[in-house]
């Protein structure tokens, strides 16, 4: 890692590192004493903490970086994101397409209610057997099928005059643009064909994909959460350092040389697996894999 990035990756791994031990210590806290009375009033609870969490990696997107979403889809299924149990699949254009689904899921309002469920991290559903992309699609829908009403289809496609986003990108604070069609299928009427090899050729050809462009704005709250992260805990460091004289030894200065290096390696190797190009391709026929990219990502939202 350059000597420059590392000055702006730093200081933002250590935001999310510890600001996610103080979530799931809330969380925690919240399993013990509040799930055995009330598991409704702890899944409201841990929604709300969940995405304190998670809005930083929007902010990231929406704030730091300044990436352009741009959603395509018809004016009823924009009305209705957020409003339904959905099971959400997308394709694989660039590293960051979860955090594509991240931002979605926040401006349709259900961020700390979604789950993901990408690749190898598909073994850890509730089943017995591992699931692969196609396997794990005909099960969730299986299991799903009496409760979630809707699929959404999302098509991500990186314009042809924009850089291809990377999560080094976006800690370096440059901005990207990336388009992604929405379709709504009724759980009931699935379709039989995939049309998004018709809908990335469009998109190349023509650099859009011609539906109606919906404004999903780039909202506040994630830039107050990270803001209000920031300054709690550079002032809970700030105590630290004085009640324990950190910088007064050796052994301190030792100790948070450590720990900042540790935070380096970690954001290191997140950076490395979300590259696209070390993800495992599906085995899908020659013309398929030219147009359609990378193996499909499955991701579960559960909207509430």
């Not at 379709?183 to 011609?210: C, N, Q, V, Y």
Request: glycine share 6%; proline share 4%.
């Amino acid at each position: 890692m350059a000597i420059a990035p590392a000055i702006v990756i730093v200081p933002l791994g250590v935001l999310f590192f510890i600001s996610g031990l103080v979530v799931n210590l809330i969380q925690a806290v919240c399993y013990v004493t509040i799930r055995p009375i009330s598991k409704n009033t702890y899944r409201r609870i841990n929604r709300e903490v969940a995405e304190l969490l998670w809005l930083e990696l929007v902010w990231l997107i929406d704030w730091w970086a300044g990436v352009k979403i741009e959603l395509y889809t018809d004016s009823e299924t924009f009305k209705l994101m957020g409003k339904e149990h959905a099971l959400v699949i997308s394709n694989h254009r660039s590293d960051i397409d979860w955090l594509v689904g991240w931002v979605l899921a926040q401006r349709s309002g259900c961020l700390g209610s979604t789950l993901a469920v990408m690749k190898k991290s598909s073994k850890l559903l509730p089943h017995r057997s591992r699931l692969g992309a196609l396997q794990g699609f005909v099960t969730a829908v299986s299991h799903m099928r009496s409760f979630v009403p809707a699929i959404y289809d999302v098509t991500v496609a990186i314009p042809k005059t924009s850089p291809a986003p990377t999560m080094l990108r976006l800690f370096k604070g440059q901005s990207s643009v990336i388009h992604v069609h929405l379709k709504r299928h009724l759980m009931k009427d699935l379709p039989e064909t995939d049309d998004a090899d018709k809908l990335l050729d469009k998109h190349i050809a023509e650099g859009s994909f011609g539906e109606q462009l919906q404004d999903t704005g780039r909202p506040v709250k994630s830039l107050l959460v990270v803001t209000s992260w920031a300054i709690l805990l550079l002032l809970g460091l700030l105590k630290v350092f004085q009640w324990f004289s950190l910088f007064s030894s050796w052994k301190g200065i030792s100790f948070l040389a450590i720990a900042l290096a540790i935070v380096t390696i970690l954001m290191q190797i997140l950076i490395q697996f979300s590259q696209s190009e070390r993800s495992t391709p599906a085995k899908v026929a020659p013309s398929k894999a030219k147009s359609r990219g990378e193996s499909s990502t499955t991701r579960v939202d559960k909207q509430q």
